[in-house]
């Protein structure tokens, strides 16, 4: 009977441990689907702050007004991207996933990198400007 304590223990050790990789797993592509989103809203504005830099130069040469509101927007998307890859970080280093997280005890861990969208802004799909 011994034997067979064992196997169960082993088994439901093995679900246990099954269903919070899941979890993790689970969470950690919610935070990078948002991540995801919240890069291609930074790109849509890399877009618009040129649209609009153009515009705003040529009409009365006060570009940095023009563009003001969409620089300080990427600003606090950039935060929000590094506080999301954070939390991956933070999902990664720990032992168990619910209502009592327990951090592993895991003192190389980094900080996230900041994402770099300029990097991935290709001049093909800038909108044409409409000369009126």
């Known amino acids: 009977m011994d034997f067979l304590d064992k196997v169960k223990k082993i088994a439901s050790d093995v679900a246990s441990t099954s269903s919070k ?3 993790k797993l689970y969470a950690t592509a919610k935070l990078n689907l948002e991540i995801s989103n919240k890069q291609k809203k930074v790109k849509e504005l890399y877009k618009e702050i040129g649209f609009e830099a ?6 009365d040469g006060k570009v940095l007004e023009a563009i003001q509101s969409r620089l300080e927007k990427i600003d606090a998307y ?20 619910g209502v009592e997280d327990i951090p592993a005890p895991d003192s190389q861990a980094v900080e996230a990198d900041v ?14 400007i409409d000369e009126e």
């Open 21 to 23: 990789q899941s979890k």
């Open 115 to 128: 994402y770099d969208g300029q990097s991935e802004y290709d001049e093909a799909e800038t909108e044409p």
């Open 78 to 97: 950039e935060e929000e991207i590094a506080e999301l890859r954070k939390k991956i970080d933070s999902l990664k280093n720990t032992e168990e996933v």
């Open 54 to 59: 153009y515009k705003s130069f040529k009409e």
